[in-house]
């Protein structure tokens, strides 16, 4: 008979003791960086203009306020600090899933309503910058496939606005075929990207037990809930990329570790596929895809599969008159005219590290070193077989791709929204950590000051 793990998994020898004072040390580094983006920042701002941000090192201004979520955010933090721990080490499992998925909603709605309604759901997609803002272009979807790369620099006729123009046309299209089905608005576009990207902790915890078992995922599973992240998975589009990569990664974990990979397989193709489609830095999820290839036992059986499934979503996309490449190559010309050309390299690639700090919080922080302590451990394996080094290598490579991101220079700020789809993978790494309770109330302390201190962009 299958055992259901009892409370005492969350304290167990799977957690290894010891490390308090370097897990303080490291949170301390973490917030030292924190502290020297904000004071850097905010002096290269005031002076030069040139981080175009409002709050650096996030897009946003200084603005204290509570609103309608704010009761609501306080008793889901108190519930999920409280109760988290104990309901993840012994729920059913799919029982389980159902309540993070649910815990998750509960908690990004309610840091979205800390802005009020139509501030933090209904008015945040429609801005001048956003996809809401073209749906009427989009009339004729094929013909406009066709012109999208006309219109992506800023001195072409009619050019896009910027996160259009920043994103291939699936971004757009999401919203487009909303309206089509009478879902269109702020509202409806808010409520899809907040019911959909709350998915995405399901779907990583999905893979953390396919990967490196049971145990770890329900570790993991209240700090996917409570994260300072879901500021900007509501409601800001990345939520919704950062889901559909999640359970790409999830199907093709099912795929390489299931005794029936096809069909799994195709779909885990498919959702890459779009993936691709959707952002252009997603690409780099091609990094963590292959660190779930590497700890499958299928993964020769499974390629052909994803495969074909992957072509799909290029094949209609570039049947239908869009180029990929050439969008692309047209976006890093725009990228320098705009915000991206005045930008310092030289800040942002230290400060959107900082940036991270804020989405994942402190625990993630800890939870981050204790995992390279694992995969050190691990030795020179190729393919470590325990569970804490398996699970930091899958952490570790959403941490590589990260740093790609970072390092290539298309990432200068913003980075709170734009890299959510990394973000939520370097989440199980605070399974590692002993004391759950004190960590998670962690997590939601900063949550909450950041919403009510600060009017983020997103």
Not at 300 to 310: E, H, S
Not at 343 to 361: Q, S
Request: proline fraction near 6%; include cysteine; glycine fraction near 10%.
């Amino acid at each position: 008979m299958k055992r259901t793990p009892d409370r005492t998994d969350l304290h167990g020898p799977r957690v290894r003791p010891g490390g308090t004072a370097a897990d303080a040390c490291a949170v301390a580094a973490a917030a030292l960086l924190v502290l020297a983006a904000a004071l850097i920042g905010t002096h290269l701002q005031n002076r030069y203009g040139v981080l175009r941000v409002g709050w650096p090192p996030l897009v946003g201004e200084w603005m204290p306020h509570a609103g309608p979520g704010t009761p609501a955010a306080l008793v889901v933090a108190v519930a999920v600090v409280a109760y988290g721990p104990s309901l993840a080490a012994r729920l059913p499992w799919r029982p389980l899933l159902l309540a993070v998925w649910g815990g998750a909603l509960a908690w990004t709605w309610s840091l979205a309503l800390v802005d009020g309604w139509q501030r933090g759901v209904a008015g945040r997609l429609t801005t001048r910058h956003e996809y809401l803002q073209v749906i009427d272009r989009f009339h004729d979807i094929p013909a406009t496939l066709r012109d999208f790369h006309a219109h992506i620099l800023i001195d072409a006729p009619d050019n896009w606005p910027a996160h259009v123009a920043g994103h291939p046309p699936g971004a757009t299209l999401t919203f487009v075929l909303l309206d089509r089905i009478g879902l269109g608005g702020g509202a409806w576009a808010g409520a899809f990207v907040i019911t959909v990207g709350s998915t995405a902790a399901v779907a990583v915890l999905v893979t953390v037990r396919r990967l490196a078992g049971e145990d770890l995922a329900r570790r993991a599973a209240p700090f996917l809930v409570l994260v300072p992240a879901a500021i900007w998975t509501g409601t800001s589009a990345d939520g919704w990329f950062a889901a559909v990569a999640a359970w790409a990664l999830a199907l093709l974990s099912l795929a390489v570790t299931g005794r029936r990979p096809a069909w799994t397989g195709l779909g885990a193709g498919l959702l890459f596929g779009l993936t691709v489609y959707l952002s252009y830095g997603l690409t780099l999820m091609a990094v963590t895809a292959a660190a779930v290839l590497l700890l499958g036992t299928r993964r020769l059986r499974v390629l052909p599969f994803v495969a074909a499934g992957f072509l799909v979503a290029p094949a209609v996309f570039t049947a239908l008159g869009f180029d990929w490449w050439e969008a692309y190559r047209l976006l890093v010309t725009r990228y320098y005219q705009g915000a991206g050309g005045v930008r310092p390299y030289g800040y942002w690639v230290w400060a959107n590290l900082a940036c991270t700090v804020l989405m994942v919080g402190p625990a993630t922080v800890a939870g981050l070193r204790r995992g390279g302590a694992e995969l050190w451990r691990s030795g020179r394996a190729a393919v470590p077989r325990d569970p804490a080094a398996r699970l930091a290598l899958l952490v570790g490579s959403a941490l590589l791709a990260l740093l790609v991101a970072d390092l290539s220079g298309m990432s200068k700020a913003e980075t709170e929204r734009i890299w959510l789809p990394f973000a939520v993978w370097l989440l199980p790494a605070c399974s590692f950590l002993p004391g759950p309770r004190g960590w998670l109330a962690g997590q939601a302390a900063l949550a909450l000051l950041l919403n009510h201190l600060v009017l983020t962009g997103w």
